[in-house]
């Protein structure tokens, strides 16, 4: 028989404090939650985190999610970055601050995970979190047999006065904390505001004086700020150089329109002498045209006799149609020389490619610039007289919340002075989830608690909007909120008592209204009695 050789290999003991197991647990780290790869109770290993890893040494607060048998147990754990693996995309975590119970827990679930042993998780939680009180099992050292006939049970009169008086008490605190979360709606978020403007700058200007300081009252029409206007002068000399500017031109172009008229005259001289020059030219065109005719009459007698060619005819009767032409253009070309003369002041030599002769034009840019010199003459008068001080006065009763500039500053046109709150007109502003904006009414009275003046104010519910939370400030567009988000709105108004300064803060006890029936019912017989 052959001889068997086993060959041992020696592998490393493992470095690890606990069991490492592979159940389902998810494990929120900032705003992702992933699953984990493995856990412990001293760490665990998760992947599929998006963005850029943390660092090696990095500390880190992780919530923890076990499900089990219909439970969702969430941990919360303090945890250090131990491993990174890129190509993998996990990130391994020591915990390095975790709590007895939230130890206990987990150490139950692993153990019974190894063991292969796993009880109900509600027993678990009641048996870690119950206390233990020891029983004394020792007799009664003084039995009732020993106590005398006569003697009155003075102490288990007062414990049951005791006990009678706190069953009062208690009874009565789980009723009114039972009505108050039936029927009324306790809300913290609340807080006193009031309407506030930004005052800015009208003009580009220097600041000369800001009347009042931060936190100061105003009523309205008060002067909160004096500005003047730098750019006052640069405006008056803009307008003296262009009214020196038109006048010059002005000037120019009536030199040229008295020079243009002295034209006219001779345009005018000229035009006559072609009109005349023209008609005697047109005589000559009458006479070339009988002469025609009479030569076509010839020719046209010859060659009935057959002593000329009709060539001949055919020559002579082009001739008196070009005699004729140039007579008739002769005659159209008079006429339109009739009515440029006619034209009066607007008269102009036509040289046989254009018209010479601008006095109409020039009248117009005369007209224009006499205008124009006109409105500068004006815009230079009003600002001349212009007070180039301006004051800035509060639109209505308030006080200074802020001060954005101080005395001195230039300033550019729409730049803040500071930012102002109207007085006197207070209101309660109430933020709720859209669950609990549901069970309140408009017109509905409510109670206000200030926490910080220790006193209560009747208030009333004014308005509710259901989708201010729900309106991006950036966009302007709706966007989603989670369902316990406070993105609804309430206004109230005040009903007794004065209200405190914008932004204290404040409690308001609502009247709640439910859409069940049963509950409505009954509110509707607490109300009556």
Same mark, same amino acid.
């Given at each position: 028989?052959?001889? $068997?050789?086993?060959?041992?290999?020696?592998?490393?003991?493992?470095?690890?404090?606990?069991?490492?197991?592979?159940?389902?647990?998810?494990?929120?780290?900032?705003?992702?939650?992933?699953?984990?790869?493995?856990?412990?109770?001293?760490?665990?290993?998760?992947? =599929?985190?998006?963005?850029?890893?943390?660092?090696?040494?990095?500390?880190?607060?992780?919530?923890?999610?076990?499900?089990?048998?219909?439970?969702?147990?969430?941990?919360?754990?303090?945890?250090?970055?131990?491993?990174?693996?890129?190509?993998?995309?996990?990130?391994?975590?020591?915990?390095?601050?975790? =709590?007895?119970?939230?130890?206990?827990?987990?150490?139950?679930?692993?153990?019974?995970?190894?063991?292969?042993?796993?009880?109900?998780?509600?027993?678990?939680?009641?048996?870690?979190?119950?206390? $233990?009180?020891?029983?004394?099992?020792?007799?009664?050292?003084?039995?009732?047999?020993?106590?005398?006939?006569?003697?009155?049970?003075?102490?288990?009169?007062?414990?049951?006065?005791?006990?009678?008086?706190?069953?009062?008490?208690?009874?009565?605190?789980?009723?009114?904390?039972?009505?108050?979360?039936?029927?009324?709606?306790?809300?913290?978020?609340?807080?006193?505001?009031?309407?506030?403007?930004?005052?800015?700058?009208?003009?580009?200007?220097?600041?000369?004086?800001?009347?009042?300081?931060?936190?100061?009252?105003?009523?309205?029409?008060?002067?909160?700020?004096?500005?003047?206007?730098?750019?006052?002068?640069?405006?008056?000399?803009?307008?003296?150089?262009?009214?020196?500017?038109?006048?010059?031109?002005?000037?120019?172009?009536?030199?040229?329109?008295?020079?243009?008229?002295?034209?006219?005259? =001779?345009?005018?001289?000229?035009?006559?002498?072609?009109?005349?020059?023209?008609?005697?030219?047109?005589?000559?065109?009458?006479?070339?045209?009988?002469?025609?005719?009479?030569?076509?009459?010839?020719?046209?007698?010859?060659?009935?006799?057959?002593?000329?060619?009709?060539?001949?005819?055919?020559?002579?009767?082009?001739?008196?149609?070009?005699? $004729?032409?140039?007579?008739?253009?002769?005659?159209?070309?008079?006429?339109?020389?009739?009515?440029?003369?006619?034209?009066?002041?607007?008269?102009?030599?036509?040289?046989?490619?254009?018209?010479?002769?601008?006095?109409?034009?020039?009248?117009?840019?005369?007209?224009?610039?006499?205008?124009?010199?006109?409105?500068?003459?004006?815009?230079?008068?009003?600002?001349?007289?212009?007070?180039?001080?301006?004051?800035? $006065?509060?639109?209505?009763?308030?006080?200074?919340?802020?001060?954005?500039?101080?005395?001195?500053?230039?300033?550019?046109? =729409?730049?803040?002075?500071?930012?102002?709150?109207?007085?006197?007109?207070?209101?309660?502003?109430?933020?709720?989830?859209?669950?609990?904006?549901?069970?309140?009414?408009?017109?509905?009275?409510?109670?206000?608690?200030?926490?910080?003046?220790?006193?209560?104010?009747?208030?009333?519910?004014?308005?509710?909007?259901?989708?201010?939370?729900?309106?991006?400030?950036?966009?302007?567009?709706?966007?989603?909120?989670?369902?316990?988000?406070?993105?609804?709105?309430?206004?109230?108004?005040?009903?007794?008592?004065?209200?405190?300064?914008?932004?204290?803060?404040?409690?308001?006890?609502?009247?709640?209204?439910?859409?069940?029936?049963?509950?409505?019912?009954?509110?509707?017989?607490?109300?009556?009695?």
């Amino acid at each position: 028989m052959g001889t $068997v050789q086993l060959e041992i290999i020696h592998e490393r003991p493992s470095q690890r404090l606990h069991y490492r197991v592979t159940a389902p647990m998810r494990v929120t780290f900032g705003e992702q939650t992933v699953d984990a790869v493995d856990w412990g109770l001293g760490g665990c290993r998760i992947s =599929g985190l998006s963005g850029d890893q943390p660092d090696i040494g990095s500390h880190h607060t992780l919530f923890c999610t076990l499900p089990f048998q219909g439970f969702n147990i969430t941990l919360k754990a303090e945890a250090e970055v131990v491993r990174r693996h890129e190509d993998a995309n996990q990130l391994a975590f020591r915990f390095t601050e975790l =709590g007895e119970r939230e130890t206990a827990l987990m150490q139950h679930f692993v153990e019974d995970l190894v063991r292969g042993k796993m009880t109900d998780v509600a027993d678990t939680i009641v048996r870690i979190d119950t206390p $233990v009180t020891p029983v004394p099992v020792k007799p009664d050292p003084n039995p009732a047999n020993d106590i005398p006939v006569r003697r009155w049970p003075i102490r288990q009169i007062v414990m049951s006065c005791f006990y009678l008086v706190l069953g009062a008490v208690v009874f009565g605190y789980v009723g009114i904390y039972v009505f108050a979360t039936l029927f009324r709606l306790e809300i913290q978020s609340a807080v006193i505001s009031a309407q506030r403007i930004e005052i800015s700058a009208p003009f580009n200007g220097r600041l000369l004086e800001l009347s009042h300081r931060q936190g100061a009252q105003a009523a309205a029409g008060a002067l909160m700020a004096v500005m003047a206007d730098t750019g006052h002068n640069a405006n008056l000399q803009r307008v003296r150089s262009d009214l020196a500017k038109t006048r010059a031109e002005l000037a120019e172009t009536t030199v040229m329109l008295e020079e243009e008229e002295r034209r006219s005259k =001779g345009y005018e001289l000229v035009a006559r002498n072609n009109v005349r020059q023209a008609e005697s030219q047109l005589s000559g065109l009458a006479l070339a045209r009988d002469n025609a005719l009479l030569k076509l009459e010839r020719v046209q007698g010859l060659a009935a006799k057959g002593l000329v060619r009709t060539d001949d005819v055919e020559a002579a009767e082009l001739e008196v149609k070009s005699v $004729v032409s140039d007579l008739e253009r002769k005659k159209i070309h008079i006429e339109e020389l009739k009515e440029l003369i006619d034209g009066g002041a607007s008269v102009r030599l036509f040289t046989g490619n254009s018209f010479a002769g601008r006095t109409a034009e020039l009248k117009a840019k005369v007209a224009r610039l006499t205008a124009l010199q006109g409105h500068y003459a004006h815009l230079e008068t009003e600002l001349a007289g212009k007070d180039t001080d301006q004051k800035i $006065v509060a639109p209505f009763n308030g006080r200074v919340v802020e001060t954005l500039a101080a005395s001195g500053n230039i300033l550019k046109q =729409g730049e803040p002075l500071l930012v102002f709150e109207e007085t006197g007109a207070e209101t309660v502003t109430a933020f709720l989830t859209q669950e609990e904006a549901a069970q309140v009414r408009i017109g509905s009275p409510a109670n206000l608690f200030l926490p910080t003046e220790n006193r209560w104010i009747s208030v009333e519910v004014a308005a509710i909007d259901r989708t201010a939370g729900f309106v991006d400030e950036v966009t302007e567009t709706h966007r989603f909120r989670a369902p316990d988000a406070r993105s609804a709105k309430v206004t109230l108004s005040q009903v007794s008592g004065d209200l405190p300064a914008s932004g204290t803060p404040a409690t308001v006890y609502f009247q709640r209204y439910r859409n069940n029936l049963v509950f409505r019912t009954a509110q509707q017989i607490l109300e009556a009695i």
